[in-house]
C-alpha cells in the first residue's frame, strides 16, 4: 500500500495519559500535515512540517501538543495528560510541493474517558 | 486567518436529480479550493479542486464554479447516484501557507 498509513488505528486511553500517534506519508511526499476532526466537523489543522521542519502551529495546538519529524519520513503526533476534550479522529495528509493535493491517511480515532 | 462557510448542512435529492453545494471564503489571498468526499468511517478523498485562475471545471457529473470577487464557490453534482451518499466538504488554501481551512461539510442523502 503507498498510501498514506497511521498507527494506530484506535486509542483508548484514561484522561490524564500521554499518548503518542504516527503517520508515515507517501514517499516522496516531503509536506506532511495534522489535522483534527470532531463528529460532525470537518478537519481541523494542528500543524504542518516541510521535510523536517514545522512550519506553522495553529493556535489548537495547546502546549500540551508535539509533534515531530525528525528525518523528513514518517512524523508522530504527541498528547500529554489527556483531557476528555482531545477526543477526536487525528488525520494525516502529505503532499508534494508542487500539488496542492493532501493526501489523506486514515486516521487514529482517540478516545479519552 | 480564513474562513470558510458551507451550507447547506444537509441535503436530501432523489436520485438522478442534481446536488448543488455552496461555499464562502473570507481570505482573498486564497487561491485553491478543493473538495473532499469522505464516507462514513473512512479518509477524506478528493474529488475535484479549482484555482483562482480559473472559473469553472468539470469532471464528468461533478462540476465546481468560483467567484473570486464574491468568495463564493459551488459543487454542482448530476444525475445522482446511491453511491454519491456522503459528506462532502469545501476547503480553500492559500499556496504560500498550504493549509487547508475546511468546511463544516454537507451531509448528502441520495433519496430512492
Known amino acids: 500500500d503507498t498510501g498514506v498509513s497511521q498507527d494506530p488505528r484506535h486509542k483508548i486511553t484514561k484522561r490524564g495519559q500521554n499518548v503518542t500517534f504516527r503517520c508515515d506519508p507517501i514517499?516522496?511526499?516531503?509536506?506532511l500535515y495534522w489535522y483534527r476532526q470532531t463528529l460532525g466537523q470537518g478537519p481541523e489543522f494542528l500543524t504542518y512540517f516541510q521535510n523536517e521542519a514545522q512550519l506553522e502551529k495553529s493556535r489548537l495546538l495547546s502546549d500540551r501538543f508535539s509533534a515531530e519529524r525528525p528525518k523528513g519520513s514518517f512524523s508522530t503526533l504527541e498528547i500529554q495528560r489527556t483531557e476528555q476534550g482531545d477526543s477526536a479522529m487525528y488525520l494525516c495528509?502529505?503532499?508534494?510541493?508542487?500539488?496542492?493535493?493532501?493526501?489523506f491517511g486514515p486516521g487514529t480515532r482517540l478516545t479519552v474517558l | 486567518g480564513e474562513n470558510v462557510e458551507q451550507h447547506p448542512s444537509t441535503l436530501s435529492v432523489q436520485e438522478g436529480d442534481s446536488a448543488v453545494i455552496k461555499c464562502t471564503y473570507s481570505?482573498?489571498?486564497?487561491?485553491?479550493f478543493p473538495w473532499y468526499k469522505q464516507e462514513l468511517g473512512k479518509r477524506p478523498q478528493l474529488i475535484i479542486d479549482?484555482?483562482?485562475?480559473?472559473g469553472e471545471k468539470k469532471d464528468q457529473r461533478i462540476a465546481v464554479t468560483l467567484n473570486k470577487t464574491a468568495k463564493h464557490f459551488s459543487l454542482h453534482i448530476t444525475e445522482t447516484q446511491p453511491e454519491d451518499s456522503a459528506v462532502y466538504f469545501c476547503a480553500a488554501s492559500i499556496d504560500r501557507d498550504d493549509k487547508i481551512i475546511f468546511g463544516k461539510g454537507t451531509r448528502l442523502h441520495i433519496l430512492p
Open positions: 495528509a502529505s503532499s508534494r510541493p508542487e500539488y496542492n493535493e493532501q493526501f
Open positions: 514517499s516522496e511526499h516531503n509536506r
Open positions: 479549482i484555482r483562482s485562475n480559473v
Open positions: 481570505d482573498s489571498a486564497s487561491n485553491y
